[in-house]
């Protein structure tokens, strides 16, 4: 059983450009979160999505959006990067009715804005 | 609002010694509360998670943590250091009724040899 699943693996972007980035949750779990991981910090929370629905954002501008498709797998889209948006970007997926008491982490996305 | 301190960005031990890593957390709510590790270029592992069971909670890898209310802390505790240890430690705090994890900003355990 694979668990959870993210690409790319490393991505270059420049300044002012558009990202996205994609998760695929372990098999029977329902939710995925995202989080971002700045160097030398805890991941911080930037939203979670069930049944297709953002159902919870921490404090993120606009320019962070996701999606979450039928298949449970999800995107994460950052418009008009900014140098502070390099960090490495984790994806986590829990089963059905444990929300983020039970979490598996992604290998991550390491993102560097240029 | 739920929030969580590890005292010690860095901790250093010698192999074989105890594993002490320090963690305090605020919430309005009974939490849930957890423990990761992180090592290099990796994603996050579970060590062990409180759910209100029992205050002792034991985890993988030797690692077990005290919930103790009184004094808002959890710690993580290893008798006997590995040098497979040698990671990022986060301790994580999330709600009865919230969706999102709180993690606080790590510490470095370094084992010497």
């Known amino acids: 059983d694979a668990g959870v699943t993210q690409s790319p693996t490393h991505l270059i972007k420049t300044r002012g450009q558009q990202v996205t980035l994609r998760c695929s949750p372990k098999?029977?779990?329902?939710?995925v979160s995202w989080y971002q991981q700045a160097l030398g910090q805890g991941p911080q929370f930037i939203f979670q999505?069930?049944?297709?629905?953002?159902?919870q954002r921490g404090n993120f501008p606009d320019r962070f959006s996701g999606h979450q498709f039928p298949n449970y797998s999800s995107e994460l889209n950052v418009n008009a990067l900014l140098l502070g948006d390099s960090a490495l970007y984790l994806c986590?997926?829990?089963?059905?009715?444990?929300?983020?008491?039970?979490?598996?982490f992604g290998p991550g996305t390491r993102l560097t804005v240029t | 609002a739920q929030s969580v301190t590890q005292l010690g960005s860095h901790v250093s031990v010698s192999e074989g010694a105890l594993v002490l890593l320090r963690c305090n957390y605020s919430s309005s709510v009974p939490p849930y509360l957890f423990w990761y590790v992180q090592y290099p270029n990796q994603g996050l592992q579970l060590l062990l998670k409180y759910t209100s069971a029992a205050t002792l909670v034991k985890g993988i890898n030797g690692f077990e943590a005290e919930f103790k209310k009184s004094e808002t802390s959890f710690h993580l505790t290893k008798p006997s250091a590995h040098m497979s240890d040698a990671a990022e430690y986060f301790c994580?705090?999330?709600?009865?009724?919230?969706?999102?994890?709180?993690f606080g900003a790590g510490t470095r355990l370094f084992v010497k040899a």
């Open positions: 986590a997926s829990s089963p059905p009715g444990q929300g983020s008491h039970e979490q598996y």
């Open positions: 994580a705090v999330s709600g009865t009724g919230g969706f999102k994890t709180i």
């Open positions: 098999s029977g779990h329902d939710t």
């Open positions: 999505y069930y049944e297709e629905e953002e159902r």
